[in-house]
T-cell receptor, first 114, second 111 residues
Framework: GAVVSQHPSRVICKSGTSVKIECRSL??????MFWYRQFPKQSLMLMAT?????????EQGVEKDKFLINHASLTLSTLTVTSAHPEDSSFYIC??????????FGPGTRLTVL | GNSVTQMEGPVTLSEEAFLTINCTYT??????LFWYVQYPGEGLQLLLK?????DKGSNKGFEATYRKETTSFHLEKGSVQVSDSAVYFC??????????FGSGTRLSIRP
């Protein structure tokens, strides 16, 4: 079946640094990828939707300059958390899909900002 | 706008008990409905889905029926196991292809 991977699975960084998270569709071409964040014991909140080769569409309240999303190919999207602060610590999850097919979710990346 | 409301947890049951986790939705049009499961330390997995009214999704002994008249998609299992302990999310797929999740219900099964 379709598989989506994320790298890294865990990352710890110092406040003020930037962190890049990769999301890859391993055996299919993802026309659309989605980025979510999940705080402890809470639901997934959609951050942005990205289509290959175009700018991401951010949900209301998500800072596009802080959470940079690049979807440069049909199998890779990256989320860069710029100038990370402790309040950015969260579980970041991506999903990917081809048109008309179900979303496939990645395993998530746990970000801890010290 | 579109939204999903699900039963708050945590829910604790004994092994072999009957499980129901309630889920209702608000949506324009005819969304697809899903139940996702998140096991401890893992990512989301699709448990089951239904794409139109009166459809029943089923998997691993879990079932849910798309009820348009009550805008509900309740999750049921006749006999739960310890391995079913996880967080369960009800969700819908909006017309913009976004998935909107409920708040999640943490289920713990006692041996």
């Amino acid at each position: 079946g379709a598989v989506v991977s994320q790298h890294p699975s865990r990352v710890i960084c110092k406040s003020g640094t930037s962190v890049k998270i990769e999301c890859r569709s391993l055996d299919f071409q993802a026309t659309t990828m989605f980025w979510y964040r999940q705080f402890p014991k809470q639901s997934l909140m959609l951050m942005a939707t990205s289509n290959e080769g175009s700018k991401a569409t951010y949900e209301q309240g998500v800072e596009k300059d802080k959470f940079l999303i690049n979807h440069a190919s049909l199998t890779l999207s990256t989320l860069t958390v710029t100038s990370a602060h402790p309040e950015d610590s969260s579980f970041y999850i991506c999903s990917a899909r081809q048109t008309g097919t179900p979303h496939v979710f990645g395993p998530g990346t746990r970000l801890t900002v010290l | 706008g579109n939204s999903v409301t699900q039963m708050e947890g945590p829910v604790t049951l004994s092994e072999e008990a009957f499980l129901t986790i309630n889920c209702t939705y608000t949506a324009t049009g005819y969304p697809s409905l899903f139940w996702y499961v998140q096991y401890p330390g893992e990512g989301l997995q699709l448990l089951l889905k239904a794409t139109k009214a009166d459809d029943k999704g089923s998997n691993k002994g879990f079932e849910a029926t798309y009820r348009k008249e009550t805008t509900s998609f309740h999750l049921e299992k006749g006999s739960v196991q310890v391995s079913d302990s996880a967080v369960y999310f009800c969700a819908l797929n909006s017309s913009a292809s976004k998935i909107i999740f409920g708040s999640g219900t943490r289920l713990s099964i006692r041996p």
